[in-house]
């Protein structure tokens, strides 16, 4: 069955300090990752997809098959960082469904 | 319109009741999709449509929840009967591109 994992429910740094939000996955196949990320009374909007290889906000990913995971990197966190972040996967075929962690809280600490 | 529009924002309702959750995609998007957040939880998938068609409807709870869309536009997501269970918050995005979601602002449902 697909499933995505954040084990965390909660993460606080302390700004200028890296971050890392971990998300594993299972499924069978090639799945396509994707962060989601919601601010405090904003939206829940897309932060950045594996198949882009892309940076935004200072936030990295790399997909790893082998681990089958899809960690969320920021080598210094920024105060602005603070939002609730989702880990989801999409598999192939037309419905383009995606599947969502529990999310991870991240807090950064001035 | 610029972005997905749901409504309305806050709903309380009786347990018993019926309601209608409303979405108003992007212009253009085929793909709708809605989604529940209960408390503390992460989002579950509930129903996909790509037009006025639900091909994927696997995410539909009980025969309690039903949705529908028309003219490639609006959708009503409906629960009859409502148990304090629903009680969440009721997510709607539209895509136009594969995996592009946009997502508005849901509906946050309290059955009391």
């Known amino acids: 069955a697909q499933r995505v994992t954040q084990p965390e429910k909660l993460l606080s740094v302390f700004k200028g300090a890296p971050v890392e939000l971990k998300c594993n996955y299972s499924?069978?196949?090639?799945?396509?990752l994707f962060w989601y990320v919601q601010y405090s009374r904003q939206r829940l909007q897309l932060l950045l997809r594996?198949?882009s290889r892309e940076s935004i906000k200072g936030f990295t990913a790399d997909l790893n098959k082998g681990e089958t995971s899809f960690h969320l990197k920021k080598p210094f966190a920024q105060e602005e960082d603070s939002a609730m972040y989702y880990c989801?996967?999409?598999?192939?075929?037309?419905?383009?469904?995606?599947?969502f962690g529990t999310g991870t809280l991240l807090a950064v600490q001035p | 319109g610029a972005g997905v529009s749901q409504s309305p924002s806050n709903k309380v309702t009786e347990k018993g009741k019926d309601v209608e959750l409303r979405c108003d995609p992007i212009?253009?998007?085929?793909?709708l999709y809605w989604y529940r957040q209960r408390l503390g939880q992460g989002l579950e998938f509930l129903i996909y449509?790509?037009?006025?068609?639900?091909?994927?409807k696997s995410g539909l709870p009980s025969d309690r929840f039903s949705a529908e869309r028309t003219g490639e536009s609006v959708s009503t997501l409906t629960i009859q009967r409502t148990q304090q269970e629903d009680s969440a918050v009721y997510l709607c995005?539209?895509?136009?591109?594969?995996?592009?979601?946009?997502f508005g602002s849901g509906t946050r449902l309290t059955v009391v």
């Open positions: 995005a539209s895509s136009l591109v594969r995996n592009g979601y946009t």
């Open positions: 499924y069978s196949g090639s799945p396509e």
């Open positions: 594996h198949i």
């Open positions: 989801a996967l999409s598999g192939p075929g037309a419905t383009n469904k995606l599947i």
């Open positions: 212009s253009g998007h085929t793909a």
């Open positions: 449509f790509q037009g006025n068609s639900a091909p994927d």
